[in-house]
C-alpha cells in the first residue's frame, strides 16, 4: 500500500481509516459506469452524514490523482454541497 507507516500513522492520529481507492483512472463521466471502491463508498457514507454543510463541511484531504473524489461526485452529486477538497495536486515534470 502506498504511504506505508507514515500514512498509518497520520490516519491513526486523525482517527480515519485508510480505504482501497480506485485501481484506474476515471476514464469517462458516465455515471451509469461507476467506478466502485471502498473509498468510494466511504467518501459517500460520509458526505451524506453531513447535515450543517455550511458550518461544518466534510474536509476531503487528495494527495494525488482525485479520481475517488470524482467517482463519489459522479455517483452522489449531492456531494458538492457537503464537501471541501483540499488537493495537492502536484505531478512529476521529468
Known amino acids: ?9 497520520i490516519a491513526a492520529l486523525a482517527d480515519t ?14 455515471p451509469s459506469v ?9 467518501l459517500i457514507a460520509r458526505g451524506r452524514a453531513v447535515t450543517d454543510p455550511a458550518n461544518d463541511p ?7 490523482a482525485p ?10 452529486p449531492d456531494l458538492v454541497q457537503k464537501i471541501i477538497v483540499v488537493w495537492d495536486g502536484a505531478w512529476p515534470s521529468d
Open 1 to 9: 500500500q502506498a504511504g506505508g507507516d507514515d500514512a498509518e500513522e
Open 17 to 30: 481509516p485508510i480505504l482501497a481507492g480506485s485501481t484506474a483512472y476515471l476514464t469517462g463521466s458516465d
Open 34 to 42: 461507476p467506478l466502485e471502491s471502498d473509498a468510494v463508498s466511504d
Open 58 to 64: 466534510l474536509y476531503v484531504v487528495c494527495i494525488g
Open 67 to 76: 479520481t475517488n473524489i470524482a467517482a463519489a461526485l459522479l455517483q452522489a
